[in-house]
C-alpha cells in the first residue's frame, strides 16, 4: 500500500474542499480506509472510515452531516468531501488503510499517507 493524499488548503469557514488518497499500489479493494485529523498539539482522530467494498460507512460526530467518505476501487481511491468548513475542522488530514474489512479504531490502521494540510479561517 502507497498512500498518497491530496486537496487540503486555506479555506474560508463555510467553504468546502474534496480530499483525495489514491493507492499507488493499486491494492485499495483488500483494505478498509480512514480519514483522520490532527490539529496542533492533539491526538490524530478518526473523521471518517469505510469498509472495503463501501457497504459500511462511519463519520464522527463532529463532521456527520457535513463530511462524507466515498472510496471508487476501480481507481483505487478514497474521498473526503468537505462541506460547510469551521475553523475547527482545520488539522493534517491523513488517510490511512486496515488489513480488517472495517474499522473505526485508529490502532487498527498499518498504513498511512503523508497527511495534507487543511486549514479553515474565520
Known amino acids: 500500500v502507497q498512500l498518497q493524499a491530496s486537496g487540503g488548503g486555506l479555506v474560508q469557514a463555510g467553504a468546502s474542499l474534496r480530499l483525495s488518497c489514491v493507492d499507488r499500489g493499486r491494492t485499495l479493494s483488500n483494505y478498509g480506509m480512514g480519514w483522520f485529523r490532527q490539529a496542533p498539539g492533539k491526538e490524530r482522530q478518526i473523521v471518517a472510515s469505510v469498509s472495503r467494498s463501501g457497504t459500511y460507512l462511519h463519520h464522527s460526530d463532529s463532521v456527520k452531516g457535513r463530511f462524507t467518505i466515498s472510496r471508487d476501487n476501480a481507481k483505487n481511491a478514497v474521498y473526503l468531501q468537505m462541506n460547510s468548513l469551521k475553523p475547527e475542522d482545520s488539522g493534517v488530514y491523513y488517510c490511512?488503510?486496515?488489513?480488517?474489512?472495517?474499522?473505526?479504531?485508529?490502532?487498527?490502521?498499518?498504513?498511512w499517507g503523508q497527511g495534507t494540510q487543511v486549514t479553515v479561517s474565520s
Open positions: 490511512a488503510a486496515t488489513r480488517l474489512v472495517y474499522s473505526t479504531e485508529t490502532p487498527d490502521y498499518q498504513y
